[in-house]
């Protein structure tokens, strides 16, 4: 006897991710490889945030350069011990790159790197020459 089944397509689709995840040992819709990113912006600075868990901070480059952000860095492969294999395998491993691109350009020479439990936070100046500056108005 067969029995109705409400149709989700989302369902279905996730169902067909998993039968791939299972058959080559990743899903099709993963995620760039590069870390999540948040940015935050004012008139004289931004500060950038990445989600980097488990990294080596040796194997992290940093540059800046006008209004772009690089950060590059390897993530190390483990592999299950004797007997063992992977059941679910999410997090990225390899080398990676994420470029943003901020709103202003920034001071690549006062720039301030700080890796803390696998957040990397990166403050950025603007240059003197491009912060906004007050106009004064005088009465004519």
């Known amino acids: ?16 991710a998993e039968q791939v995840n299972r058959a080559f040992g990743r899903t099709p819709f993963q995620l760039p490889a590069g870390p999540a990113v948040n940015v935050v912006g004012g008139e004289h600075s931004a500060v950038l945030t990445a989600e980097l868990p488990g990294l080596d901070v040796e194997k992290l480059d940093v540059s800046v350069e ?14 299950p011990g ?10 990225p491993v390899g080398a990676f790159e994420r470029v943003v691109r901020l709103p202003f350009e920034v001071d690549g020479n006062t720039a301030e790197a700080v890796y803390e439990r696998g957040v990397l936070t990166l403050t950025l100046h603007r240059p003197e020459e491009q912060k906004p500056r007050r106009v004064s108005v005088r009465r004519v």
């Not at 067969?2 to 689709?13: I, M, Y």
């Not at 952000?69 to 483990?78: A, N």
């Not at 004797?82 to 997090?91: C, I, L, N, Q």
């Open 82 to 91: 004797e007997g063992e294999s992977w059941v679910r395998r999410e997090r």
């Open 1 to 16: 006897m067969n029995a109705l089944r409400t149709f989700n397509p989302w369902q279905e689709l996730n169902d067909v």
């Open 66 to 79: 006008r209004d772009v952000v690089t950060i590059r860095g390897e993530r190390e492969s483990t592999t």
